[in-house]
Nanobody
Framework: QVQLVESGGGLVQAGGSLRLSCAAS????????MGWFRQAPGKEREFVAA????????DYADSAKGRFTISRDSARNTVYLQMNSLKPEDTAVFYC????????????????????WGQGTQVTVSS
């Protein structure tokens, strides 16, 4: 079983930065494909970024490209989402998710592909 715990959310002014962390329990981090999703009030959950277990494939939503960076640290069983140039429309609950084992790269954008989810961390960007 895999447990995911997010941290790093908070309140930031527009133009500011935050780094979200997602720590994974267990010994399977090396075969976990990791993703970040977000859900704003009244909206559906949407894909933000993903990185495969090898780190060889990284994908971003158009809204994240050029501003967000996903990375992973296998020594710490942690995946990060560095968010720069934040905008008020980035306000949402951000969720970390994982898929165990090999995955089609197209699947990393689809929330139903993920087996494990964290509890979420709130990001609020003020104008």
């Amino acid at each position: 079983q895999v447990q995911l715990v997010e941290s790093g959310g908070g309140l930031v002014q527009a133009g500011g930065s935050l780094r979200l962390s997602c720590a994974a329990s267990g010994r399977s981090f090396s075969i976990l494909n990791m993703g970040w999703f977000r859900q704003a009030p009244g909206k559906e959950r949407e894909f933000v970024a993903a990185i495969t277990y090898s780190g060889g494939y990284i994908d971003y939503a158009d809204s994240a490209k050029g501003r967000f960076t996903i990375s992973r640290d296998s020594a710490r069983n942690t995946v990060y989402l560095q968010m720069n140039s934040l905008k008020p429309e980035d306000t949402a609950v951000f969720y970390c998710a994982a898929i165990k084992g090999p995955v089609r790269t197209a699947s990393v954008r689809i929330s139903s592909s993920y087996n494990y989810w964290g509890q979420g961390t709130q990001v609020t960007v003020s104008s």
